[in-house]
């Protein structure tokens, strides 16, 4: 059983670009989490997410972030017009059943904006 | 708001155990401790939850204080491979945002 599947792993983008971020959750688990983490920092919410909803953004800034979680295919979290403050690693967690289940994480990826 | 509070930085010596200390005061009446270690930069791992009760497992043990403001994780004989950031987790409540504090950087000791 796969784990939860994160790509890429490192990403670069000059300021303006648009970033996309995929996360294939394990097989069977329903509810995606969206997670920042900068430098020296411990991780900071964004968003949760389950297929077709999102369900708690309270952590996603409130422009030029989005995600989504269709039926079919991966979780994508988008960053539109990226900044140099955007840089940090983005880390998705799956799990099967909400809230008070453990969290399944991924290996993150890195974004680095120019 | 939830919050948690743990020391920056604890060293232990291999073999030994480590005791790793989390300050949740404004935890509320049915939300969850969780421990999470981060070694270098991956994807955290899940160690153990607990509500109220103490609870073990064949990672470690997690004893909650009775008024659940604090608890500790122990690591009955720390590896090298123990080595990591550990972060005491709480989810604020009424929502699903998990609440990751700065973590402690265990080191353990040759």
């Known amino acids: 059983n796969a784990g939860v599947m994160q790509n890429p792993r490192h990403l670069v983008r000059r300021r303006g670009q648009e970033a996309r971020l995929r996360c294939s959750p394990m097989?069977?688990?329903?509810?995606v989490y969206w997670y920042r983490q900068l430098p020296e920092e411990g991780l900071k919410f964004m968003v949760y997410?389950?297929?077709?909803?999102?369900?708690?953004e309270s952590g996603m800034p409130k422009e030029r972030f989005s995600a989504e979680f269709p039926k079919e295919g991966p979780s994508i979290l988008r960053i539109q017009q990226v900044v140099r403050g955007d840089s940090a690693a983005y880390f998705c967690?799956?799990?099967?059943?909400?809230?008070?289940?453990?969290?399944?994480f991924g290996p993150g990826t890195r974004l680095t904006v120019l | 708001d939830a919050k948690t509070t743990q020391p920056p930085s604890m060293d232990c010596a291999e073999g030994r155990a480590a005791n790793l200390p989390c300050n949740h005061s404004?935890?509320?009446?049915?939300?969850?401790v969780y421990w999470y270690r981060q070694i270098h930069s991956q994807g955290p791992q899940y160690i153990i939850h607990g509500l109220k009760n103490n609870e073990t497992n064949e990672m470690a043990s997690l004893i909650i204080t009775e008024d659940r403001k604090s608890s500790t994780l122990i690591l009955p004989h720390a590896t090298l491979r123990d080595t990591a950031v550990y972060y005491c987790i709480v989810r604020e409540a009424g929502t699903y945002k998990y609440i990751f504090g700065t973590g402690t950087r265990l080191k353990v000791l040759a």
């Open positions: 404004t935890i509320s009446g049915n939300e969850y």
């Open positions: 997410l389950q297929k077709e909803n999102i369900i708690d």
């Open positions: 967690a799956s799990s099967p059943e909400a809230s008070r289940n453990e969290q399944f």
């Open positions: 097989k069977g688990h329903s509810h």
